[in-house]
């Protein structure tokens, strides 16, 4: 297993000493270490929730509770921050297993509320067999939230490279990054992949379980690979869905999603081609291509207004997610053609932006969510990141001409660029502990190859993935890969083989649930 060390300072039980961080599978700290301080983590593993009804929307029987965690794991007699957690019991005492803790993805993702998200398809059989715990991550939602002051424009992140627009670009990533560290200081530094591993051990500790099982979404597919790098024998049955390349986490995780973008468009315009009658796009896939890049240089040259928005070419551009969903996609565009032919359709102006709206009830940041996906994905990651504005300028020229849809979003600067390190590196996920992996042939932002790299890094794992699947998130709608996921959380046996399973029709005309 690889590990990563650094040297920090630990006080605990009035002992001070020096410690590396490298990390033991069952208390995230060096056993002999850990003895020495009297297990520094005690006063947080020995917690007693003190559960409530959520709220008066929800059944009585979801339950939830604050727990407190170390700020940083290297000095857990220090500053401490809020996981506010949530519980669904499981239905059937004699046939309970475990627990089963769930994560959306993001990063920057709320899932508080997931054990109760109708979008989130448990069945009845895994609900019998665990408590569902919900948790905001560090710094998200209820869980010491971060936020940045950021207006709106500001949250905004499709940036195209435009050579007029580099400048004011430059300034939009350098801006967010200096908000974010003004308004959160040191706090920053500790918003980590890593941190948020050790806090669901923590709160594995404190509901009394020897190990977890898990169900994570999208970013939540590395959250829980890196919790099985570092935690490994507290690791039970694990599913991964809509997996994240772990080699690719950071800046690679973006331009991933330019390069899948290019074949999933090849392939929507070879099958739009042979619906000519239909959509009228065109008779071959370059005649449905070039159409359709017509169109991106005319509304370039002036909007083409649909359903009420002004669309420039890049505004077109920033849609290749769409193209995942061929039937969507056509429509679509066929519906830009007779927008573009009459110069309107439904009518109506770009929409400024706008303020940001204000806090909520539970003065959870209006930012929340990009502060939050921002403070992980580049404390995580800020080595990985060029410091010089034009390493992104000459990047993001080359990747418009090799991927044209989206290369230049995708390479484009970001506020990563300026952030400072966080605590720790990230952690290179290379084990054999057991996991299944669901992935869709056809997501826009996990794709197909990101989701094979990390059936290759978990070389316990199995890999499902749906033939001709379309959109992010595999649960819910396609019955093979669901009957896998519960066979497996149920059972504990992975599929012998790695498994394919054919779309079914509705899936991909409806496309994919909620989790992110």
């Excluded at 923590?202 to 999208?218: C, D, N, P, Q, T």
């Amino acid at each position: 297993m690889t590990r990563t060390t650094r040297t920090a300072p630990l006080l605990a039980a009035g002992i001070a000493a020096a410690f590396l961080s490298t990390l033991t599978p069952a208390t995230g700290f060096p056993a002999s270490e850990a003895v020495a301080a009297r297990d520094p983590l005690r006063p947080y593993t020995q917690q007693k929730p003190h559960w409530q009804r959520c709220d008066a929307e929800s059944p009585a029987s979801f339950q939830c509770a604050t727990l407190e965690v170390p700020l940083d794991y290297g000095d857990p007699g220090g500053k401490r921050t809020d996981i506010a957690i949530s519980r669904l019991k499981a239905a059937s005492t004699a046939e309970r297993r475990g627990v089963l803790l769930l994560n959306p993805g993001g990063p920057g993702g709320p899932g508080l509320r997931l054990p109760v998200d109708p979008a989130v398809r448990i069945s009845e059989d895994v609900r019998r067999r665990y408590d569902l715990i919900g948790f905001d991550p560090r710094g998200v939602g209820r869980s010491s939230p971060v936020g940045c002051g950021l207006t709106r424009g500001e949250q905004e992140m499709e940036h195209p490279y435009r050579a007029r627009t580099f400048a004011k670009d430059v300034r939009w990533a350098r801006t967010v990054a200096a908000k974010c560290r003004a308004a959160n200081g040191a706090t920053l530094r500790h918003l980590t992949t890593r941190n948020t591993a050790r806090d669901m051990d923590v709160v594995r500790a404190v509901l009394g379980e020897r190990k977890i099982s898990y169900l994570g979404f999208s970013y939540g597919t590395y959250l829980g690979a890196v919790y099985t790098q570092m935690f490994p024998r507290r690791v039970d049955r694990f599913v991964l869905d809509s997996a994240a390349d772990p080699t690719r986490y950071g800046r690679g995780m973006f331009q991933t999603m330019a390069e899948g973008t290019e074949p999933a468009f090849a392939r929507w315009s070879r099958w739009t081609a042979r619906r000519h009658a239909a959509y009228g796009l065109g008779t071959t896939s370059a005649e449905v291509r070039r159409t359709f890049w017509d169109l991106v240089a005319r509304a370039d040259r002036e909007p083409i207004v649909l359903d009420g928005h002004r669309l420039t070419g890049d505004d077109i551009r920033a849609q290749r997610a769409t193209f995942f969903h061929a039937r969507k996609a056509a429509a679509w565009v066929a519906g830009l053609k007779e927008a573009a032919g009459d110069g309107k359709r439904g009518g109506g102006e770009r929409r400024d932006p706008g303020p940001a709206p204000a806090p909520s009830a539970r003065d959870v940041p209006p930012d929340n969510e990009t502060a939050g996906a921002w403070a992980v994905l580049c404390a995580d990651t800020r080595a990985s990141w060029p410091r010089d504005p034009e390493r992104y300028r000459r990047d993001a020229i080359n990747d418009k001409r090799r991927y044209p849809l989206y290369g230049d979003f995708a390479s484009g600067i970001k506020p990563c660029a300026f952030w400072k390190r966080g605590s720790e590196p990230a952690t290179t996920v290379n084990n054999d502990v057991r996991a299944l992996i669901l992935q869709n042939a056809w997501d826009p932002q996990t794709p197909l190859s990101g989701a094979q790299a990390m059936h290759r890094a978990l070389r316990g794992s199995r890999m499902v993935t749906v033939a001709g699947g379309e959109g992010h998130i595999v649960n819910g709608t396609n019955s093979c890969a669901d009957d896998s996921a519960t066979a497996y959380l149920t059972t504990g046996r992975l599929p012998a083989d790695d498994l394919t399973c054919r779309a079914s029709a509705s899936a991909r005309r409806h496309g994919s649930p909620a989790p992110r």
